[in-house]
């Protein structure tokens, strides 16, 4: 093979590779623009001590958003604590939810644990299917849920949510539920551990400080016999939260 023929395939090689990175480019670049939905349910920083509920179904659906975004860029374990959050927010919002709300939350959960089935099985196109489904299904609620009050735990079953685990408004763990008691008004106040700084798993050291914070700003889920109990704080991180001292 002479010089010429020689250019003339290299650079047909040349052409190939460069097409195939753009094409690549391009369905990267194309699958990530739904990403940007999660901007939109972002909550005015007032929102979580008016409204727990329309703040906690903004931040379950960032955490699907969040989760999407990271499959979409290779980062798998980034994504799979990411769903775990998003999961752990859905429950909680379901437990405290009614109407429409919560018709979009049980769809939304059912997206959530078809993610997981989607990604135990290797089909990560399909899960990120999955997680666009859940973002829209929490995102179109987050006016309706404004509306939507927390309940109080009958003080018959406070003694059941001792020590659970405290989420703040995207899922992520900012502590423990020490107890629940009365105030000096005869409120119920929820008795709170927070901790000061997450590691990569996304848990903090419980090491942090004691709050007591009126028992109907958190969302509180299912009581569980078997598996970890869940309440809600919705704020952004542990240094929002303001107790009664």
Request: glycine share 10%.
């Amino acid at each position: 093979m002479n010089a010429r023929k020689i250019g003339l395939v290299t650079a047909m090689w040349l052409l190939g590779l460069a097409s195939i990175a753009g094409f690549t480019w391009a369905v990267e670049w194309l699958d990530g623009q739904p990403v940007r939905v999660a901007a939109a349910a972002d909550p005015p920083p007032a929102v979580a001590a008016r409204q727990p509920l329309a703040a906690l179904t903004a931040g379950a659906a960032r955490a699907a958003a969040t989760a999407r975004r990271d499959l979409a860029s290779g980062q798998r374990s980034e994504a799979s604590h990411a769903i775990d959050a998003a999961l752990r927010a859905t429950e909680v919002g379901l437990e405290n939810s009614h109407g429409m709300v919560k018709k979009a939350y049980e769809a939304a959960l059912q997206r959530i644990h078809y993610t997981r089935q989607d990604l135990h099985n290797g089909w990560e196109a399909s899960a990120r299917q999955e997680l666009r489904h859940a973002v829209e299904e929490l995102t179109r609620v987050i006016e309706p849920a404004r509306t939507q009050s927390p309940g109080t735990p009958a003080p018959l079953v406070w003694n059941q949510y001792n020590s659970a685990t405290l989420l703040d408004s995207t899922g992520a763990t900012i502590g423990e539920v020490n107890h629940i008691e009365r105030g000096p008004n005869g409120m119920p106040v929820a008795v709170l551990q927070v901790g000061g700084a997450s590691d990569v798993l996304g848990f903090l050291d419980f090491g942090g400080r004691t709050e007591r914070v009126p028992a109907d700003r958190l969302l509180w889920g299912p009581r569980r016999f078997i598996g970890s109990t869940f309440a809600a704080l919705a704020v952004q991180d542990a240094d929002d939260i303001r107790g009664t001292g």
